[in-house]
């Protein structure tokens, strides 16, 4: 557990992968969320999609209420997903401090 904090943490994943084929990258997490609009342990960030550039890309997500109190599957946080295909992760970072290029893609 990393916290588990009811009310929510602001918190930012910045995730490297190889851009190839033409999914949906998104983070799901367990969020602090309460309005009764999604499934607050499995809370998806914007989704944003793959362009096939054939090169690494660094991508960071903002999860505004993150919970973060192992409610997902195998008592995990979070987790990267894709709606198609593969996906080659580098690195991911979660920090609760925005990189100087927020969510710009490198």
Not at 10 to 37: K, P
Not at 64 to 86: H, I, M, Y
């Amino acid at each position: 557990i990393m916290f588990d904090d009811k009310k929510g943490r602001r918190l930012f994943v910045t995730i490297n992968y190889f851009d190839e084929g033409d999914g949906e990258l998104y983070v799901a997490y367990d969020s602090a969320d309460q309005s009764g609009r999604t499934d607050s342990a499995h809370k998806h960030t914007e989704h944003v999609e793959l362009t096939n550039s054939g090169k690494r890309t660094t991508r960071t997500f903002v999860l505004p209420d993150a919970r973060f109190a192992n409610r997902q599957a195998s008592r995990t946080d979070f987790r990267v997903a894709l709606k198609k295909g593969e996906l080659f992760l580098r690195k991911v970072v979660v920090s609760d401090r925005p990189p100087a290029d927020l969510g710009q893609p490198q």
